[in-house]
Nanobody, 126 residues
Framework: QVQLVESGGGLVQAGGSLRLSCAYSGRTFGYDIGWFRQAPGKGREFFGGTTWSSETPYYADSVKGRFAISRDKAKNTDYLQMNSLKSEDTAVYYC????????????????????WGKGTLVTVSS
């Protein structure tokens, strides 16, 4: 059984920082772990992931330079450090496992992920 649990969300002022965690268990070796967010009234947006092969993070342009993903292998946990937060970063943040085992490239599409956490809410006040 694959499980992903996000934590660390909360209320932060614009310009501030927040660190989210994604703890995962079950069959996750060989899969990418991706990050998505869903703002009120909008669709789920991919913004970052970590490759299974080299454990290298990759990002969408919308967050590049402000967000950083890291991994603690011993804890089966990925971290999302968010800096210089803006009001438009307000959303529910999710992590997910890629559908494909040993994906050849970066996995960025919503339908390429099959297991999802329940999300954690980040609210950025201006």
């Amino acid at each position: 059984q694959v499980q992903l649990v996000e934590s660390g969300g909360g209320l932060v002022q614009a310009g501030g920082s927040l660190r989210l965690s994604c703890a995962y268990s079950g069959r996750t070796f060989g899969y990418d772990i991706g990050w998505f967010r869903q703002a009120p009234g909008k669709g789920r947006e991919f913004f970052g992931g970590t490759t299974w092969s080299s454990e290298t993070p990759y990002y969408a342009d919308s967050v590049k330079g402000r967000f950083a993903i890291s991994r603690d292998k011993a804890k089966n946990t990925d971290y999302l450090q968010m800096n210089s937060l803006k009001s438009e970063d307000t959303a529910v943040y999710y992590c997910a496992r890629s559908r494909e085992l040993f994906p050849a490239g970066e996995v960025r599409a919503h339908d390429e992920y099959d297991y999802w956490g329940k999300g954690t809410l980040v609210t950025v006040s201006s």
